[in-house]
């Protein structure tokens, strides 16, 4: 069965953004093994400088590619990175699973985003929105869209 690491900095706080993240844990259990690694985020100074958000996001990618299994497909969520349908997607996750890897790395960054190192570590970066959403919001749209792609590999209403 297909392992999903999501690595994300941050707790989600909001009781309605656990439950949702909850209840597509609890629906993406028949389809692949979730893994969720929770990393601390820095502290965030009263005033941002470039070198004070250069060392954060220094600090936090650091984190995040110690917590990378080495033998994992990673995939960054990026405001640059590829916007694709849910079709697109869930043909994607497919293509992994089969050509690549049976284990799939997603990474959500910190507040301030992630270092270019980390960035071009990942073999793909995708982007949900040009919009900028909250990271516990866009962690609720990531489990959502990977519950969504499992049942349309499979062709079983919920997207249609």
């Known amino acids: ?45 009263s005033k941002l400088y470039p070198s004070s958000i ?3 996001k220094e600090k936090e990618s650091r984190k995040i590619l110690e ?17 694709m349908t849910s079709e697109q997607f869930s043909k994607k996750i497919q293509d992994i699973s089969l050509n690549f890897n049976s284990n799939i790395t997603f990474i959500i960054g910190g507040t301030l985003g992630m270092t270019e190192e980390l960035l071009k570590t990942a073999h793909q970066t995708i982007c949900f929105s040009k919009m900028t959403f909250p990271h516990q919001l866009i962690r609720v749209f990531l489990l959502e869209q990977l519950f969504r792609a499992f049942k349309i590999a499979k062709n079983e209403t919920y997207h249609w």
């Open 1 to 45: 069965m297909l392992t999903i690491n999501l690595i994300c900095v941050g707790k989600i706080k909001e009781k309605y953004l656990c439950d949702a993240a909850l209840e597509y844990e609890k629906r993406l259990s028949k389809y692949c093994h979730l893994k969720i690694i929770e990393l601390p985020d820095e502290k965030l100074p």
């Open 54 to 56: 250069l060392e954060i």
């Open 67 to 83: 917590a990378i299994k080495k033998d994992s497909y990673v995939i960054c969520l990026d405001l640059k990175g590829t916007q």
